[in-house]
């Protein structure tokens, strides 16, 4: 297939190498960085080796960063960063992708000529080479440091022994396992049974998840954009743990709903599929608000979207008060890393305080918005108490009409405070916290 206009022939694996160092060093996401660089290949084959270089390089790139400084004897981190980003490319195509010796280590190479680097395609050869022969040692030197044994960084791998100190390994290996692809139905569009049979007659086998009655599990990840039934918005991508916050807000036709931090607009999306509902959508950042419009509008759903800040709500809000409120808060997104595994390159312990303090400032602002008698749904991605239970303690202790309500199905994860925590992989779905916080009458 040749590229289209305006897109020259890419080697998929410099590509990939380019883009991973975006995300190493520039802080740019994977998937904005995926985004960018997969425009330049035209072969839909290139764009999904790209996506799985990038997720598992990204996946294992403490250990194999590392790696490297054992196998040169000078790092080529920063004299040639893309180099050293193309190397953890060409250990992942091995130790990651299981992919042939032979294939991976050449196809590497002939990478570090296409990024004009044909000086150091011999050390690329060599390199890989040297990590054949030596693996089992290499490996064995790598477990026994529980940073690149995991490919955690020690501060969550700390965080984590404190918080869950018996499901630590558990949740560094779910972490390091690719996320399964879950549907949500559009039930105003289609039933899930329909969609399932519809799917099997594409070759993409579904399977109804247990305890979510719009959920569909793929067997296999692929394309959804080229499923029966994407377009005409039969269905979202949307994670089980993040499907049960529908279920929690308790929703009736007529009612007054805020999504308090709305983009994407998955949540806000759900919302309307279950309910009639008089729906304002918020979100602070105006262009992912414009991305909320999008997804509703392809799934026929209308809401208020309104640009502003949650934790001043004086500048948007119109008085009228709020039967439910999602806040869907801003989080360390320590539940999601085997989704969006860019995010243990990213997330530092120093982000901690100030990600508590907004979480805080959102519970204090928005619980004046909530009509007697309604429930505000307190959710995150998280796995640390500090944003989960403790955060949900300390505003019950300082809020005297707000009172932690039963209805946190038991299936899903365990007690947590007064809220219920879903560790990585359990129930097949991402971490995530929920309380569920009802206002006097």
């Known amino acids: ?4 206009a305006g897109v020259q022939r890419s080697d998929p694996r410099a590509v990939a190498a380019q883009a991973l160092d975006r995300i190493v060093r520039d802080g740019v996401s994977l998937r904005d960085a995926f985004a960018d660089a997969a425009v330049r290949l035209a072969d839909p084959r290139d764009r999904a080796l790209l996506s799985a270089l990038l997720h598992a390089a990204c996946r294992t790139w403490p250990r194999y960063d590392a790696a490297l400084d054992r196998l040169l004897e000078r790092p080529l981190r920063r004299r040639e960063p893309v180099l050293h980003a193309l190397l953890v490319i060409g250990l992942v195509q091995l130790e990651v992708l299981g992919l042939a010796a032979y294939a991976a280590v050449a196809a590497t190479v002939e990478a570090a000529r296409a990024l004009k680097r044909p000086q150091l395609a011999g050390l690329c050869n060599a390199v890989l080479r040297r990590w054949l022969r030596e693996r089992e040692a290499q490996a064995v030197a790598l477990d026994r440091d529980p940073v690149t044994r995991s490919a955690h960084p020690r501060w969550l791998i700390d965080a984590l022994a404190t918080d869950w100190p018996h499901d630590l390994d558990a949740i560094l290996a779910a972490d390091n396992t690719e996320a399964p692809l879950v549907l949500r139905v559009n039930r105003r569009r289609a039933t899930r049974e329909r969609l399932a049979e519809r799917l099997l007659d594409a070759g993409a086998v579904a399977t109804p998840h247990a305890q979510l009655a719009d959920a569909l599990v ?4 692929t394309d959804v954009t080229r499923l029966p039934g994407y377009v005409e918005g039969a269905f979202s991508v949307q994670d089980g ?9 308790d929703l009736d036709d007529g009612q007054r709903v805020l999504d308090a931090c709305a983009a994407p607009g998955g949540k806000s999306a759900h919302i309307l599929e279950r309910a009639a509902v008089e729906l304002v959508a918020l979100d602070r950042d105006p262009a992912r608000l414009g991305r909320v419009g999008d997804n509703l509008a392809r799934l026929g759903l209308r809401a208020q ?65 909530l009509a007697p008698g309604g429930r505000l749904v307190y959710a995150t991605c998280s796995v640390l108490m500090r944003e989960n239970a403790a955060q949900i303690d300390a505003f019950l202790a300082r809020t005297p009409d ?30 995530f916290f929920y309380a569920l916080l009802d206002k006097s009458s």
């Open 241 to 249: 743990a993040a499907q049960l916050a529908a279920n929690l807000l």
């Open 1 to 4: 297939m040749p590229p289209p």
């Open 218 to 221: 793929l067997e296999t990840s």
């Open 402 to 431: 707000a009172r932690a309500a039963t209805g946190l199905p038991a299936w899903f994860g365990r007690p947590a405070g007064a809220g219920r925590q879903n560790l990585p992989g359990e129930n097949g779905m991402d971490g």
């Open 305 to 369: 979207t309104v640009a502003g800040d949650a934790t001043a709500p004086a500048a948007w809000w119109d008085g009228r008060p709020f039967a439910r409120i999602l806040l869907d808060a801003p989080c360390s997104a320590t539940g999601i890393l085997r989704r969006q595994p860019d995010i243990r390159l990213h997330r530092r312990a120093s982000d901690l305080p100030a990600i508590v303090a907004v979480q805080a400032a959102l519970l204090d602002a928005l619980w004046p918005l």
